[in-house]
T-cell receptor, first 113, second 112 residues
Framework: EAQVTQNPRYLITVTGKKLTVTCSQN?????MSWYRQDPGLGLRQIYY???????DKGDVPEGYKVSRKEKRNFPLILESPSPNQTSLYFC????????????FGPGTRLTVL | EDKVVQSPLSLVVHEGDTVTLNCSYE??????LLWYKQEKKAPTFLFML????IEKKSGRLSSILDKKELFSILNITATQTGDSAIYLC????????????FGTGTRLTIIP
């Protein structure tokens, strides 16, 4: 089944403890992206990747890192999480970065205490 | 700064009613506008509009784009309780889809 998977789906952690949220797609998509969704602010793009080893900042990249070493995986790293990073995170992918619909993963609910 | 604005923020109607959701945009190098439906979790794709004046239709849902006035509408006829969701519109900016700006969404509630 074609899908985008994220792990973990739920995470409660403490300030400063490094964490990684994994994202994987099995559709051979070139483009992948991370978003966070907060009440009243909608979906905001954190980082995106047009292809392997090509990443760029979205609108809210501060406090996050990404890497794209393989086409299928695009992990999101929080080196030192803070409470303002408590949010619902979505990974998405599309065939390419141009004119294509994005398929979203199921979301990761992160709480930083 | 790229901007996508949706209205209304929230809408409550009775089953069977017809609703119109609005999306206006100001983005650099506009190419397309996308509509998504978000129920419990992940947004799911509804439409992508690239040409002005051409309606896209899927069952009871339809959408149209006006590139001159910089807006799009999403219509849902004969609404059902399963249409209750947040409807999001988004517009890619720059030179492709790489940077996607979303509106804050319209929360639609259908009362049986």
């Amino acid at each position: 089944e074609a899908q985008v998977t994220q792990n973990p789906r739920y995470l409660i952690t403490v300030t400063g403890k490094k964490l990684t949220v994994t994202c994987s797609q099995n559709m051979n998509h070139e483009y992948m992206s991370w978003y966070r969704q907060d009440p009243g602010l909608g979906l905001r793009q954190i980082y995106y990747s047009m292809n392997v080893e090509v990443t760029d900042k979205g609108d809210v990249p501060e406090g996050y890192k990404v890497s794209r070493k393989e086409k299928r995986n695009f992990p999101l790293i929080l080196e030192s999480p803070s409470p303002n990073q408590t949010s619902l995170y979505f990974c998405a992918s599309s065939l390419s970065g141009y004119y294509n619909e994005q398929f979203f993963g199921p979301g990761t609910r992160l709480t930083v205490l | 700064e790229d901007k996508v604005v949706q209205s209304p923020l929230s809408l409550v109607v009775h089953e069977g009613d017809t609703v119109t959701l609005n999306c206006s945009y100001e983005v650099t190098n506009f190419r397309s506008l996308l509509w998504y439906k978000q129920e419990k979790k992940a947004p799911t794709f509804l439409f992508m509009l690239t040409s002005s004046g051409i309606e896209k239709k899927s069952g009871r849902l339809s959408s149209i784009l006006d590139k001159k006035e910089l807006f799009s509408i999403l219509n849902i006829t004969a609404t059902q309780t399963g249409d209750s969701a947040i409807y999001l519109c988004a517009a890619p900016s720059n030179f492709g889809n790489e940077k996607l700006t979303f509106g804050t969404g319209t929360r639609l509630t259908i009362i049986p």
